[in-house]
């Protein structure tokens, strides 16, 4: 047998084996939900306590794997984007779970007395989690502690494009959870698939929108209801007043954090016409004062791989060819460190303007008026996160007002997403549905209506035969 061919049937044979291994994983969550299907809070909060614990525990060797999966991840973008706000997640949950599990009371109507209502709070079942490989820790653990807080068992399918992260988190989470509690999952996009395809309760995918149209058809089969976290073009509006250093500054931050592979990273910029020369000169002072060099510098983070480095090249050769001026911060790229990039004279036809960028690349938009910036922005695809940077009143209200995004951040870029108090998730083509925080808690969660009554029943007034005078005065009390 040719040894290629040997190669395909040993490659084919070990995705099945993967593909039963998961069902496998399945099976005995499900069975153990159901021996367990209300852990109490204590319960959930030691889950949490380990989850914590082991993060800190192994803060190092997570750092490490990641940046060898990007060939180069600065530690600090780790630390800041990764590990801190997966550990402060861990830490509002902890402190907050037991009021979220606390059922809600609520009101009864006078006509349906003597009675009580309430809401109670009750765990799916199984979840599963798709996570990208731009963040693989932090969009890993935060949908884990949602999940966990509410009750869940949990299975995560890692990208298959962070080996060293993916591998390391299945055998960290091995250690401090049972599969039938935290299972971690392997494989290529077939497995993948086949993990969309599971009657889970609920299904997370975080991913390019391509894939979630395939994922959310997947899901569909069982009806299981899904969250997705998409993306899209996030734009950021530069108005008429503010410092330019105080948005450029602020932008590129957005900008060149994990080299622009972030879906709430800033797409494109609305700059108003007369200021766009010196936008583009106080964003290139910016980012040098960020990264004064490209070479071996350890702050500076790499694209991926090369697949998406081809990607991003492709986007700035079709862009050049169409007419538009690429101002390269940098002479050349190192290895996959890429040189951040601005863009002017773009226009629509270009690529760069069609797809995400999801990389070190900045194109800006000049615009005469703010209408005319808000116009352009809801011609598009509603996006995942939208930046404005002025510091008048009446213009920020006029932002939140007048656009739609999944979420906003008024003078900052990015760190809306850390806020563990605030809903996180898209809208239309950038996504559906939201978590964090408490709203992870609930999208994880059955809110479940329950009426109680007692011996006495007051109902039995208005049972058939119809037509009696009784039934006549009570359509004459409610029935206005």
């Known amino acids: 047998m040719p040894a290629d061919t040997a190669h395909l049937e040993q490659s084919l044979q070990h995705g099945q084996d993967q593909i039963s291994q998961l069902e496998t994983s399945f099976a005995l969550q499900r069975a153990a939900f159901q021996a367990n299907p209300m852990p109490p809070a204590e319960q959930r909060l030691q889950w949490l306590k380990v989850l914590s614990e082991l993060l800190s525990a192994e803060r190092e060797a997570l750092i490490q794997a990641i940046s060898r999966d990007f060939s180069n991840r600065s530690a600090d973008e780790t630390l800041i984007a990764e590990l801190m706000p997966s550990l402060h997640g861990i830490h509002y949950a902890a402190k907050r779970l037991k009021q979220w599990m606390k059922p809600s009371r609520r009101n009864v109507g006078l006509q349906f007395m003597p009675a009580s209502a309430k809401v109670i709070y009750q765990p799916l079942g199984v979840v599963g989690v798709i996570v990208p490989w731009n963040y ?98 996030s734009p950021a509006i530069v108005s008429a007043d503010v410092p330019l250093s105080d948005a450029a500054e602020r932008i590129a931050f957005g900008k060149t954090m994990n080299a622009g592979q972030t879906c709430v990273a800033p797409d494109y910029v609305l700059v108003p016409k007369d200021r766009v020369e010196g936008f583009v000169e106080a964003y290139r ?19 991926i791989n090369e697949r998406q480095q081809q990607r991003l090249n492709g986007y700035l050769q079709d862009a050049e060819s169409k007419g538009a001026t690429i101002i390269a911060l940098y002479p050349e790229a190192q290895g996959r460190r890429m040189p951040h990039a601005v863009l002017l004279n773009v226009a629509d036809e270009m690529t760069v303007m069609q797809d995400e960028i999801f990389g070190p690349l900045l194109p800006i938009v000049p615009y005469d008026k703010l209408e005319d910036a808000f116009a352009y922005i809801n011609r598009r695809a509603r996006p995942l996160a939208l930046y404005y940077f002025g510091y008048d009143k009446r213009e920020q209200q006029r932002v939140l007002d007048e656009t739609h995004s999944g979420g906003v951040c008024l003078n900052d870029t990015l760190l809306h997403v850390a806020q563990d108090d605030l ?58």
Do not use: C, W
Request: glycine letters at 10%; charged letters at 15%.
């Open 136 to 233: 693989p820790l932090f969009l890993a653990i935060g949908p884990l502690v949602g999940a966990l807080a509410a009750g869940n068992r949990v299975m995560i399918k890692m990208s298959e494009s962070t080996p060293a992260t993916s591998q390391l988190l299945k055998e960290l989470l091995a250690k401090v959870f049972p599969e039938d509690l935290v299972a971690v999952v392997l494989g290529e996009a077939e497995v993948g698939m086949a993990f969309s395809r599971l009657p889970f309760d609920h299904l997370l995918f975080t991913g390019a929108t391509s894939i979630g149209k395939q994922v959310m058809r997947a899901a569909a089969e069982n009806l299981t209801p899904v969250t997705l976290e998409l993306g899209g073009k």
């Open 423 to 480: 809903p996180f998730g898209g809208i239309g083509p950038s996504g559906m549905g939201h978590y964090h925080g408490h709203e992870g808690f609930l999208t994880f969660s059955k809110a479940k209506g329950v009426l109680i009554k007692q011996r006495f029943n007051a109902a039995k007034l208005i049972y058939p035969p119809y037509g009696k005078t009784l039934h006549k005065l009570v359509y004459k009390l409610f029935v206005r």
């Open 285 to 303: 002072q910016a980012v040098l004062n960020f990264y004064p060099q490209l070479a071996d510098n350890p702050d500076y983070t790499a694209i």
